[in-house]
Nanobody, 121 residues
């Protein structure tokens, strides 16, 4: 069993940066691929970024490519999402998920509670 806790969300201005963290419990965290998803009001949960178990492979949703960077520190059981050049349309609740396949949200077994990111223009 893995528990995930997101942090780092907040209210920022367009063009600002934020770094989200996803802290995991459990000794097997390094064996899981991890992804970030987000859900804006009235929308479906959307894939944002994913990272392989050892961090060698990363992949991104088209809307964040070039602006967001996902990384992980397995020694700290933590995955990060560095978000630069934020836009109002990035406003959403951001969720961390583990033990899934690529962009397929239904494949992920473990989810955090989410952290709110609000970008004001």
């Amino acid at each position: 069993q893995v528990q995930l806790v997101e942090s780092g969300g907040g209210l920022v201005l367009a063009g600002d940066s934020l770094r989200l963290s996803c802290a995991a419990s459990g000794r097997t965290f390094s064996s899981y691929a991890v992804a970030w998803f987000r859900r804006a009001p009235g929308n479906e949960r959307e894939f944002v970024a994913g990272i392989s178990q050892l961090g060698r492979t990363t992949y991104y949703g088209d809307s964040v490519k070039g602006r967001f960077t996902i990384s992980r520190d397995n020694a700290k059981n933590t995955v990060y999402l560095q978000m630069n050049s934020l836009k109002p349309e990035d406003t959403a609740v951001y969720y961390c998920a583990a033990n899934g396949l690529l962009r397929i949200k239904a494949s992920y077994n473990y989810w955090g509670q989410g952290t709110q990111v609000t970008v004001s223009s």
